[in-house]
């Protein structure tokens, strides 16, 4: 990127990724405007800090001095974005410096020590404890995180520190964006099929992971221990087997203590408040980074017991004697299937509810029957229609194909009837799952189930 860039424009503002690359640069003092299709919590929360947004795809919204000052202008976009937008269109025909997300993400922290996290899942819990703890560091710290933190209620985390500076980035696989990063060190949690709208097979995503191993400098790669055989030279975290892992973990009212095996002996006494099983493997993780990158004992016993979770992650929205409701991102069924086993181990012999939204036409395609076994395993499942996101449908792929193929009670519901459905239900707990708009549905349903339930 040039130093002479003084505005940004970023198309598709309001994404989880491409909202922190605005709070960046908003924080570095640039100019930043943008467009997307709808008003979101996320694009006010852009408009207060000083962002100029527009939701019509109209080049006449944007702002004269983008115009006026081209070359001082940066455009940030996402695959996610379609080619025919008339915005983009008109940014690519009057020769505008366009990059993707990706690129800009690699040069941010291109001059500085760089921390990443990837996995098709478990990453933005991990990047999200990695940053809070390194909160603690003296060095300067720039977090991108794929979700909003509760601690900072931001997806975007910065502090001022002493001489170094560090970077911390949630590592994308869609596109093969992570491969924009050269990290000092890095976190691979899993590689389990994904994405295969872009990568056709899954040969091929394990053979950009394996490329991006390889950008990691040497012996700074952390694994998750079940990836042993994909990457033999790597430091390996996990509940068992492993360099770094918890010994004999008691789960407690709020989350889990325990001890801490590592290379250089057993820290004792750490405390997690934080439910689930597989956010306890996220946690071994960041803090197997964290101490390998000199973060003290001290300050991780003291910082970690005050992360508070991330929005829509294995979220407690209502806990009461009556109901419990837990909202979490899960859209591949291996993350669904982690997300129900640690509901069932903290809550068994409870009836649980389970809404799921299936994210992307593709994804239910190429995973249908894996999404119908796992879903299977809730007692009772209402089925919202496929959230499209970037694509348009596919004959013959939706809800009603899923619904066949599971064994347990499901029923079809739109968002429109979904709240009294909900209401005519008996249950113990509430699970809501997905990452399309059923984010949207969670504060409503929160309001209905404290009044009603």
Not at 366 to 386: G, H, Q, T, V, Y
Request: charge should be positive.
């Amino acid at each position: 990127m040039k130093k002479t860039i003084e505005n940004i424009f970023i198309l598709g503002i309001g994404g989880i990724g491409n909202s922190a690359i605005a709070k960046y640069f908003l924080n570095s003092g640039k100019t930043v405007a943008g467009y997307d299709k709808t008003s979101s919590p996320i694009t006010k929360h852009l408009e207060q800090l000083g962002s100029s947004i527009t939701y019509e795809d109209n080049f006449n919204h944007i702002p004269p001095i983008f115009k006026q000052r081209k070359n001082a202008c940066l455009v940030v976009y996402t695959p996610a974005i379609p080619q025919e937008l008339k915005l983009f269109q008109f940014f690519r025909t009057n020769n505008f410096d366009i990059r993707k997300r990706s690129e800009v993400l690699g040069q941010i922290s291109k001059n500085t020590t760089n921390l990443s996290v990837a996995g098709t899942h478990g990453k933005t819990t991990t990047t999200a404890i990695l940053a809070h703890l390194m909160m603690r560091h003296q060095a300067s710290i720039t977090a991108f995180v794929g979700g909003i933190t509760s601690n900072y209620q931001s997806n975007f985390i910065q502090k001022e520190g002493e001489n170094e500076n560090i970077s911390i980035t949630e590592a994308d696989e869609f596109d093969r964006s992570f491969l924009q990063l050269k990290p000092q060190g890095a976190i691979i949690t899993s590689t389990d099929a994904d994405h295969l709208d872009i990568y056709k097979n899954e040969q091929n995503l394990e053979e950009s992971f394996q490329t991006f191993a390889q950008q990691v400098a040497k012996g700074n790669l952390i694994v998750n221990s079940r990836l042993k055989e994909k990457f033999p030279n790597a430091i390996f975290y996990g509940l068992k087997d492993a360099d770094y892992m918890p010994i004999q973990p008691l789960k407690t009212k709020n989350g889990w203590q325990f001890d801490l095996k590592t290379p250089k002996g057993i820290y004792k006494d750490l405390c997690l408040n934080y439910h689930g099983q597989h956010n306890l493997e996220n946690t071994i993780g960041a803090l197997s980074l964290a101490l390998h990158f000199g973060l003290s004992l001290e300050k991780i016993r003291d910082q970690l017991p005050s992360f508070n979770g991330i929005k829509r992650r294995f979220e407690i929205v209502v806990d009461s004697k009556k109901i419990l409701f837990i909202d979490d991102y899960a859209h591949h069924p291996k993350e669904i299937e982690a997300t129900l086993n640690s509901v069932r181990d903290s809550y068994p012999q409870k009836n649980i509810l389970g809404v799921f939204q299936p994210h992307l036409f593709s994804r239910t395609r190429d995973f249908m029957a894996d999404f119908a076994k796992a879903l299977s395993k809730l007692d009772k499942c209402f089925l919202l229609p496929i959230y499209p996101a970037r694509e348009k449908p596919i004959p013959g792929i939706n809800s009603s194909k899923l619904a066949q193929q599971m064994t347990n009670s499901v029923d079809l519901v739109s968002k429109k009837d979904l709240p009294n459905k909900i209401l005519e239900e008996s249950f113990d707990v509430l699970l809501t799952l997905g990452a399309g708009d059923i984010g949207l549905m969670v504060n409503p349903l929160k309001k209905i189930l404290e009044n009603e339930k």
